[in-house]
């Protein structure tokens, strides 16, 4: 059988390993949060699973909605980025947390958050699963709930594609070099 399983090289996070850290992070935002009703903004595809099971770990008032937003082609040294899907929540007064699947350079979350400021957000923060450091990092505040740090090279699964496929994949795993070569 040609499953999906077979274009994986190594697991980078497991099953066991995702539930540990949404289990950490969830306890963590629950604390933090008590009593402000946040709304979780997971940007659109990647954040999906992360998503669904990071709020069965958080024990407090909130809602969640989505964006959908693509870094113009051409444009990246500005770090413009075009809305595919706004919100369906008023962003004035209330606390964001933004959740994300991996952050890189940073690029599209520096616009994100111009534009939840622009919008008047009480207090915009980000959880994000996966921190892959990169030298060129130009994101301008701190990522405050960090799910793990992981080493360069690409990953696939728990919502993260590969040419908008493997988001299916149930683990965080490395593609087979063959796979995006
Ligand atoms: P940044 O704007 O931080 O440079 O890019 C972050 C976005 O790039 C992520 O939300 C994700 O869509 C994509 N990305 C960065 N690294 C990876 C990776 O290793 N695998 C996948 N599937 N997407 C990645
Ligand atoms: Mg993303
Ligand atoms: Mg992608």
């Known amino acids: 059988m040609m499953t999906i399983q077979n274009d994986i090289s190594e697991i980078v996070l497991s099953v066991e390993d995702i539930e540990a850290i949404n289990t950490r992070l969830g306890e963590r935002i629950t604390a933090d949060y008590e009593g402000k009703t946040p709304v979780l903004v997971g940007l659109l595809k990647g954040s999906i699973m992360f998503m669904a099971d990071l709020i069965k770990h958080i024990d407090t008032h909130m809602e969640i909605d989505f964006m959908d937003v693509s870094s113009y082609v051409g444009t990246k040294s500005t770090g413009e980025v075009k809305i595919l899907k706004?919100?369906?929540?008023?962003?004035?007064?209330?606390?964001?947390?933004?959740?994300?699947?991996?952050?890189?350079?940073?690029?599209?979350?520096?616009?994100?958050?111009?534009?939840?400021?622009?919008?008047?957000?009480?207090?915009?923060?980000?959880?994000?699963?996966?921190?892959?450091?990169?030298?060129?990092?130009?994101?301008?505040?701190?990522?405050?709930?960090?799910?793990?740090?992981?080493?360069?090279?690409?990953?696939?699964?728990?919502?993260?594609?590969?040419?908008?496929?493997?988001?299916?994949?149930?683990?965080?795993?490395?593609?087979?070099?063959?796979?995006?070569?």
């Open 86 to 181: 706004d919100l369906s929540t008023s962003v004035e007064g209330r606390h964001i947390l933004i959740v994300e699947d991996i952050v890189e350079t940073g690029t599209t979350l520096n616009s994100i958050i111009e534009f939840l400021t622009y919008r008047k957000a009480a207090s915009i923060e980000i959880v994000t699963l996966l921190d892959k450091p990169v030298p060129d990092r130009k994101l301008n505040v701190d990522v405050k709930y960090i799910g793990t740090k992981i080493p360069d090279g690409f990953v696939v699964g728990y919502g993260l594609d590969f040419d908008q496929q493997y988001r299916n994949l149930p683990y965080i795993g490395l593609l087979k070099p063959e796979f995006y070569s």
